[in-house]
C-alpha cells in the first residue's frame, strides 16, 4: 500500500522560512515523478512543485518560483520543499502527490495517491 | 497555462439522484482529463483517469466521458458518501491545471 506522511509544516511569520518533507514507502520511489500540490483554506488545488523520478528536472508555479525549492533523496526516499520568503497567501494545506509516470510531464501521467497533507500558516 | 472551468460550482442533491458534473478546458486536452474527489478534510482521491476510466476500488456508479474540450463526471444514484468536492485536472501540458471544484451537497 503507497504510504505518503508529510511532516514540517507550522506557523511561521512573513518572510520566514519552512521544510517540508515527505517520507513515501509501499511503491519503488525512485520510479515515479512526486509533485507537491497545496490547497488553501477553502479553497481549490494548485500544483506548486514537481520533480521527476531521477530528479534532474523540475517544475515551479509561477507564485513559488524563486523561492521553494523541491528535492528528493532515491536513498532515505523522501521529498522535500525548501520554502523561503514565505508570503500570506502561502498558507495552505500542503499535500505530496505521487504521479503514475516517472516525467510529470508525460500526458498520460495522473497524481494517483496522495498523503493526508501537513498545514502551512504564514501570518504577518 | 490551459483554464478549466467547473460547472456547477455546487449543488444539491438527494440519494439515488443522477448527478453531472461538466468539466471544459480552455483548449483542447484530447482526453487527458483527471477527476479528483475530495472529502471534508480528506485529502483528494483519484476517481476516474483519462477521461473515462475508473480508478481500482472505485464503485461502478461513477463514470466519466469526453474529449477536447468538454468533458462530464456522472454518478448514476447517488450515495451518502458521495458527498464530497470534486476537482478535474488536465495533464496534457504543463502545468497541469485543475478545475475549482463542484461541492455536491445533501438536499
Known amino acids: 500500500e503507497v504510504q505518503l506522511l508529510e511532516s514540517g509544516g507550522g506557523l511561521v511569520q512573513t518572510g520566514g522560512s519552512l521544510r517540508l518533507s515527505c517520507a513515501a514507502s509501499g511503491f519503488t520511489y525512485y520510479m515515479y515523478a512526486m509533485s507537491w500540490v497545496r490547497q488553501a483554506p477553502g479553497k481549490g488545488l494548485e500544483l506548486v512543485s514537481s520533480?521527476?523520478?531521477?530528479?534532474?528536472?523540475?517544475f515551479y508555479a509561477d507564485s513559488v518560483m524563486g523561492r521553494f525549492t523541491v528535492s528528493r533523496d532515491r536513498s532515505k526516499s523522501t521529498l522535500s520543499l525548501q520554502m523561503n520568503s514565505l508570503r500570506v497567501e502561502d498558507t495552505a494545506i500542503y499535500y505530496c502527490?505521487?504521479?503514475?509516470?516517472?516525467?510529470?510531464?508525460?500526458?498520460?501521467?495522473?497524481?494517483?495517491?496522495w498523503g493526508q497533507g501537513t498545514l502551512v500558516t504564514v501570518s504577518s | 497555462d490551459i483554464q478549466m472551468t467547473q460547472s456547477p460550482s455546487s449543488l444539491s442533491a438527494s440519494v439515488g439522484d443522477r448527478v453531472t458534473i461538466t468539466c471544459r478546458a480552455s483548449?483542447?486536452?484530447?482526453?487527458?482529463l483527471h477527476w479528483y474527489q475530495q472529502k471534508p478534510g480528506k485529502a483528494p482521491k483519484l476517481l476516474i483517469y483519462t477521461s473515462s476510466n475508473l480508478q481500482s476500488g472505485v464503485p461502478s456508479r461513477f463514470s466519466g466521458s469526453g474529449s477536447g474540450t468538454d468533458f462530464t463526471l456522472t454518478i448514476s444514484s447517488l450515495q451518502p458518501e458521495d458527498f464530497a468536492t470534486y476537482y478535474c485536472q488536465q495533464s496534457y501540458s504543463i502545468p497541469r491545471t485543475f478545475g475549482r471544484g463542484t461541492k455536491v451537497e445533501i438536499k
Open positions: 483548449r483542447s486536452i484530447s482526453s487527458y
Open positions: 520533480i521527476s523520478a531521477v530528479g534532474d528536472r523540475t
Open positions: 502527490v505521487k504521479d503514475s509516470r516517472d516525467s510529470f510531464s508525460d500526458i498520460r501521467g495522473k497524481f494517483d495517491s
